[in-house]
């Protein structure tokens, strides 16, 4: 019988420290491997991972929604929905809108229950319908915890960049702080007769127009949104007006290419760049001609700083945010102990040295580039709904004659001993109108939908919301929701806000066109002033009557826009109406 030694101790000593050598070589190449991959794959961390966790929150919770598809999530699905919701036309005067509008939220909701998870490619969205749990997501106690997910800042970045809309945190904060000023009432009042100078000469024009016939078809759609561009151009920058327009009509080609950026071609992306390099250019002649005005002329510089801030730099928004940007700076220069104060505001763009990060933030806050984010913020969100808060109204007005009847007479009275032009102090007055107005903003709210994503864990009520969750406030349904606003939601019918827009409904937060709490919208008064003042000059002169070519398709473009515009017929207002007044 052969007997064989193990086999461990037959290895020549070589072999052994060859066989260690290479299992070491193993082992290291395995530790690097593993590290490159983490720090390949630490970028989809977020991406992927935590995603994740937020569908096992929400389940944990009993919130499910659609299946997402692997890299568009419910994208496709609702550009589907949403695509066949809009084939055909409503029919007319309906103002049931939200099937149309809302399709995909109707649907999902209909089988996940009115607060579900979706999502927007890889972003996951809850959409909430609670309106206690709304109204605390949107109080000041969350201000700093939700935010403007990174996905909503690309999508505008061209046409916004980092103004009000857009900010988060304590930037948010210190702009918001800055062009608040701008809006309030006194400031406001100096903004009246740039309004109606603006709407007498469509009011001239249709004169004009109306000489040679008894009636004319006027396309209100693009009329209100011309107005609404004149209006915002000489609010914000009234004596660089002629070049605030040229900016304005750069800008509005912007927005439409950036809207559907996703399909650019090569040419497309650099008449972006283009664009966008033109418009920059001509805010920083603006800006920097209104600063050396005040600050590089000698004579009138001692005299000016004794002026009152908001009339400085001008009565324009422009010269109010200036204004504002000045305090800030000479509180921040007293801080820092400067003996001069804010004599030269360009000086003292070089003088933050060593800075700490909160005069980091004051500095990036004032410089040129954060000032033209605003301009271009103000033109957007000044533009885009007021206009077509206009236009709706007239669609309105247009069509239900015993209403426009009510607010032409109110309008005429209001006017009786101010020449028949509107003056700041009786728009309060307008009651009818503002029914008008708040229904409109009912029905046809031009921002459908709120969008925040929470930049930390949250809890409202029972609800859990994870950080990285972005939550989704379908302004449109709850507008037209028949539980909240009872069986004729889907009618118009100013005289549910004749007592004020808190008994109109069963809940207090159900109205919400300019949102609420900290970052609710800003230029609300301003938008208000500027609807009661055109429709009352322009319903003081015309009659209207909706066009027979009238097609009724709302769409939203971002906003909730009249697919086909809206044609109405406009009359002159005969002289025995007004005598009878
Ligand atoms: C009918 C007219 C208007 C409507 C319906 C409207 C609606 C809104 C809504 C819903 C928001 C909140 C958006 C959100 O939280 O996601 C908002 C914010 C804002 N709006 Fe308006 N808006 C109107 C007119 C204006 C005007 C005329 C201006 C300025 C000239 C303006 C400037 C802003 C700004 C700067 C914000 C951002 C506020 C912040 O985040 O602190 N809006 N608006």
Redesign the pocket.
């Known amino acids: 019988m052969v007997r064989c030694p193990p086999v461990g101790l037959r290895l020549p000593a070589a072999e052994i420290v060859f066989a260690a050598a290479s299992m070491a070589a193993v082992l290291a190449g395995a530790v690097v491997a593993a590290s490159a991959c983490l720090l390949l794959f630490y970028p989809f961390w977020d991406r992927w991972w935590r995603p994740w966790q937020i569908k096992r929150c929400l389940r944990r919770q009993g919130i499910s929604g659609p299946p997402p598809r692997l890299f568009s999530g419910n994208l496709h699905e609702r550009n589907v929905l949403r695509r066949q919701a809009t084939l055909s036309h409503m029919p007319y005067l309906s103002h049931d809108i939200v099937p149309r509008l809302l399709p995909d939220y109707v649907q999902w909701s209909k089988v996940y229950g009115k607060s579900f998870l979706f999502w927007w490619g890889a972003e996951p969205r809850l959409a909430v319908y609670d309106l206690d749990q709304i109204k605390e997501l949107l109080s000041s106690k969350h201000v700093h915890m939700l935010g403007r997910s990174e996905l909503q800042r690309r999508g505008v970045a061209h046409f916004i960049g980092q103004g ?2 857009m900010a988060n945190g304590q930037a ?1 904060s210190h702009q ?1 702080r800055t062009v608040a000023p701008a809006f309030h009432s006194q400031n406001l009042k100096h903004q009246v007769s740039h309004m109606i100078n603006c709407t007498m000469e469509v009011s001239q024009e249709w004169s004009r127009m109306l000489e040679m016939k008894d009636e004319i078809e006027v396309e209100v759609s693009d009329c209100m949104s011309h107005l609404a561009g004149e209006i ?1 151009a000489r609010t914000q920058f009234s004596n660089d007006y002629k070049k605030g327009k040229q900016i304005f009509i750069k800008l509005g080609e912007l927005q439409r290419l950036s809207i559907k950026s996703s399909n650019l071609n090569h040419a497309q992306r650099q008449r972006v760049q283009h664009l966008k390099h033109q418009v920059e250019s001509m805010f920083m002649e603006i800006i920097t001609s209104r600063m050396s005005r005040v600050f590089l002329n000698p004579s009138t510089q001692e005299e000016k700083f004794n002026e009152t801030v908001s009339s400085r730099y001008g009565h324009d928004f422009l010269g109010l945010v200036l204004a504002e940007i000045d305090i800030c700076k000479q509180k921040a220069m007293v801080n820092l102990g400067h003996p001069h104060g804010c004599k030269n505001i360009i000086r003292r763009h070089h003088m933050f040295q060593n800075k700490t990060g909160e005069e980091e933030l004051e500095e990036r806050i004032y410089s040129s580039q954060h000032l033209m984010d605003e301009c271009k ?2 033109f957007f ?2 533009h885009e ?2 206009w077509l ?1 206009l236009t709706w109204t007239f669609m309105l007005l247009a069509s239900y004659p015993s209403w426009q009847e009510r607010a032409r007479e109110e309008a005429i009275i209001a006017m009786k001993n101010t020449f028949g032009l509107p003056q700041f102090d009786m728009l309060s007055k307008l009651q009818v109108l503002d029914m008008i107005l708040l229904e409109t ?1 009912r029905l046809y ?3 459908t939908i ?2 925040r994503e929470a930049f930390t864990d949250i809890k409202v009520g029972n609800l859990e919301i994870p950080k990285g969750l972005s939550v989704w406030v379908p302004v449109l349904a709850i507008h037209h929701d028949k539980d909240i606003w009872g069986e004729d939601a889907n009618e118009f019918k100013p005289e549910r806000f004749a007592n004020g827009v808190s008994k109109s409904c069963k809940h207090p937060m159900a109205f919400m ?3 609420f709490g900290p ?6 008064n ?2 208000m002033m500027e609807a009661k003042i055109v429709l009352s000059l322009l319903l003081s002169r015309f009659s209207f009557e909706l066009s027979p070519s009238y097609i009724h398709a709302p769409i939203c473009i971002l906003t909730l826009q009249p697919k086909y515009g809206v044609p109405i017929i406009v009359r002159r207002i005969k002289s025995d109406t007004l005598s009878i007044i």
């Open positions: 009000l809309l948010w918001r915002i913020t103000f969100t000044g709904t007021t808060l903003l709210t031009p921002a709120l969008a066109p300019f949102s970052r609710n919208c800003v230029g609300q301003f938008a």
